[in-house]
């Protein structure tokens, strides 16, 4: 197949693919592109092929291949940057047959090579992840499934389209899925072969994906900022450099901290001398410390490395943060925590006479009724139940009584031979706040009357 002319994915001159590949078209866009990873799984979907079929043959007809080649550990561990700035990234580009610089680094994170660190805290995350949302609707869009390069980032956790944490298990057999699967499909389990798009509803399935833990501001701030870093990547490449960000960090601490950069570290949580390296070494930022540094001063990571004066809008964080009442509402809780609660909810349905309402019952446990709904949605639902059944044999109790007084009321002046007008009887009912208004009483009085004829 005449592949040059072909494809539709690059039009680089001289770009060397090998023969017998398919050109196969990129998801995404140029700001939001397709990982590397995710593209070469839909590279052996085409070619009816496994991923690691696909892969293993392609290294080996590598010039690379000789250098580092072992399978157990490519695929177990060193596939994993495939998506990042490393040798892997290079070595994957090059049996694909891309040259560089071509469209195709631009599924990796190698325009970031001159400025992060190859093997940086907080860089690459260790297992794929996905957002079952996205993929729903990639499907729904008939665009081939795929993984946005975003995803990669460790500190991605949030899919900033949806708001929800990113699965990194699948949610019927909660296994972890590998970068290089064996079968070629981003939408099923490699391990028991469900589909990875369904979410089973409520709580169960925080279980699988991040129960110890709710959103947080950070979790949001940083994937808007990764996602602001990936469509910033060719611009990076080109007038990103360490020494514009030394030159920021001196004038971020000479305009916020009076050149105290000591102090500007503590101002935002961090260590004193958390940049010290960053400024007197040329250390490149671990994308970890990078993203910390950044919230605090409300400034795009992106920002820190070019001289668009981006810097001039930073600030320093306001002393006082109040937590948010949601994470009072809805308590995150632990695994053992849950059972715990479980247990007691368990003694409170069994006991014949407890016939609490959620609120109180909540209250024992510790949490509001809105946390108790949430995590416990099938006991509260008994709870209540079993209080308004209770509630109801208490009325049906009362109500007995006020019958049995109305029928005594009567009786009584009838053996006094009393006519019992309706003036007399619900001044007899008036001494137990009762009264003929009530609809059954006067119904059961205008029975009795009638009788009495
Ligand atoms: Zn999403
Ligand atoms: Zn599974």
Redesign the pocket.
């Known amino acids: 197949m005449a592949h040059g002319a072909l494809d539709p994915f690059e039009a680089d001159a001289g770009a060397v693919i090998p023969p017998t590949l398919y050109a196969l078209r990129r998801e995404g866009s140029s700001e939001s592109p397709e990982g590397l990873l995710s593209w070469v799984v839909g590279l052996a979907h085409a070619h009816c092929l496994g991923p690691r079929t696909l892969v293993k043959y392609l290294l080996e007809q590598s010039e690379r291949h000789a250098d580092f080649w072992s399978d157990t550990a490519y695929f177990e561990r060193h596939c994993a940057t495939v998506n990042g700035l490393g040798r892997y990234a290079l070595t994957m580009l090059d049996a694909l047959g891309r040259p560089r610089p071509s469209k195709a680094q631009c599924m990796t994170l190698l325009g970031l090579a001159h400025l992060l660190p190859f093997n940086g805290e907080g860089l690459l995350a260790r297992n794929p992840r996905w ?4 993929l729903c ?1 990639q499907a729904r869009k008939g665009q081939r499934p795929h993984h946005p390069l975003v995803w990669s980032f460790e500190h991605y956790r949030v ?4 708001q ?1 944490f990113m699965s990194e298990r699948c949610p019927a057999c909660g296994a972890e899925q590998a970068f290089l699967p064996i079968y070629p499909s981003l939408l099923h389990c490699n391990a028991c072969g469900e589909s990875m798009i369904v979410r089973p509803p409520g709580p169960a399935d925080l279980e699988v994906t991040s129960s110890q833990e709710e959103i947080s501001a950070f979790d949001r701030w940083s994937a808007s900022a990764l996602v602001d870093l990936v469509s910033r990547i060719p611009e990076l490449q080109r007038a990103g450099s360490l020494a514009q960000m030394q030159q920021n960090l001196v004038d971020l601490a000479a305009s916020l901290t009076q050149g105290n950069r000591k102090g500007l570290c503590e101002a935002l949580g961090l260590q004193p001398r958390a940049i010290n390296g960053w400024l007197n070494k040329d250390e490149r930022p671990s994308l970890a410390l990078l993203l910390r540094f950044c919230h605090g001063l409300n400034l795009l990571p992106a920002d820190l490395f070019l001289a668009n004066g981006a810097i001039g809008r930073a600030e320093l964080p306001k002393p006082a943060q109040t937590p948010s009442s949601d994470r009072q509402e809805r308590p995150m809780l632990g695994y053992r925590q849950r059972e715990l609660l479980e247990r007691q909810l368990e003694l409170v349905l069994e006991n014949p006479s407890d016939y609490r309402g959620l609120a109180a019952v909540a209250h024992q446990l510790g949490l509001s009724r809105h946390a108790l709904k949430y995590w416990f949605p099938a006991q509260s639902k008994e709870i209540v139940l079993k209080r308004r059944m209770a509630e109801s044999r208490t009325l049906e109790r009362r109500y007995r009584t006020d019958h049995e007084y109305l029928q005594q009321v009567i009786t009584e002046l009838v053996a006094s031979r009393v006519y019992p007008s309706r003036r007399k009887v619900e001044r007899m009912l008036g001494q137990r706040q009762l009264s003929l208004m009530r609809p059954d009483l006067y119904t059961a009085y205008r029975r009795r009357l009638m009788s009495l004829q």
């Open positions: 957002c079952p949302a996205c609707e899919c900033h389209v949806h929800g």
